[in-house]
C-alpha cells in the first residue's frame, strides 16, 4: 500500500537556522500520525509543510490526496452565522468524491450546534467555534486531514467527539496526522507517533 504522503528529510529554516531537526513522514491510508513535541518544537511548521502551505527548506515531500489543514485557530469569520460559515466553505473547498459530503445543516446538528445555526460565529463560546471550525471538515472532505492542536478549548464531550470524527474518516480509509499537546487522541485506529525534535542549528 502506497503512502499518502510522503516526505523525506524535510526541515525549514527560519533565520538561517533549522526549525526541527530533518524528519520523515510516512503517512498511509486509514493512518492516524500523532506528532509530538514540546512548545517551539516545530510541530505546527511540519503540519504546513505537509499541507504545501511553505514549501521545506530541505528534503522532498511526495503527496496523493486531497488535503485539508485546519490551524490551532477554528478559522472562522466572526461575521458570519454558523450556518454560512459551512455554506461558504462547502463553496470555496469543495468535496473529494471519494468521501460523501454533508449538507451544512448536517455538519451543524452533527457538531452539536445545531440551535446556534442562526447565531454569528463571534457570539459562540471558544468551545462552539472550535466545533464549528471542524465542522469544516464534514462538508467538504478531503482524503489528507493535517489538523494543528484540534482539542483546543473542547470540554470532555467535545474531545469525544474529534476522536469519533477521526476513527470515522480513518475506516473509510482516509489519513490523518495531528498535533496534540494536552489531550491526547482516543482511538480504535491504529495510531503512529513521530516525536519532533527542534534543530536550532545554523544551516
Not at 503512502?3 to 538561517?16: D, N
Request: glycine residues 10%.
Amino acid at each position: 500500500m502506497d503512502s499518502v504522503i510522503h516526505a523525506q528529510q524535510i526541515s525549514f529554516h527560519r533565520h538561517g537556522e533549522r526549525v526541527f531537526v530533518p524528519t520523515n513522514v510516512a503517512l498511509m491510508p486509514g493512518q492516524l500520525c500523532l506528532i509530538r513535541g514540546q512548545n517551539g518544537s516545530g510541530k505546527t511548521t511540519l503540519l504546513r509543510l505537509l499541507a504545501g502551505i511553505v514549501h521545506p527548506s530541505e528534503g522532498t515531500i511526495a503527496r496523493h490526496g486531497s488535503v485539508a489543514f485546519i490551524g490551532h485557530r477554528p478559522g472562522v469569520k466572526k461575521d458570519l452565522t454558523a450556518l454560512d460559515v459551512l455554506k461558504f466553505y462547502a463553496e470555496f473547498a469543495g468535496a473529494d468524491p471519494l468521501y460523501g459530503a454533508m449538507s451544512p445543516q448536517a455538519a451543524l446538528h452533527a457538531a452539536g450546534l445545531a440551535r446556534q445555526a442562526r447565531q454569528r460565529a463571534g457570539q459562540l463560546s471558544a468551545g462552539q467555534r472550535q466545533r464549528l471550525g471542524l465542522a469544516r471538515l464534514l462538508v467538504a472532505p478531503k482524503t489528507i486531514w493535517l489538523l494543528d492542536e484540534p482539542y483546543t478549548s473542547l470540554d470532555a464531550d467535545g474531545c469525544a467527539w474529534v476522536d469519533g470524527l477521526l476513527d470515522q474518516h480513518l475506516a473509510l480509509n482516509g489519513s490523518v496526522a495531528v498535533a496534540a499537546h494536552v489531550y491526547q487522541p482516543k482511538l480504535n485506529a491504529p495510531t503512529d507517533v513521530l516525536d519532533v525534535q527542534p534543530g536550532a542549528q545554523h544551516a
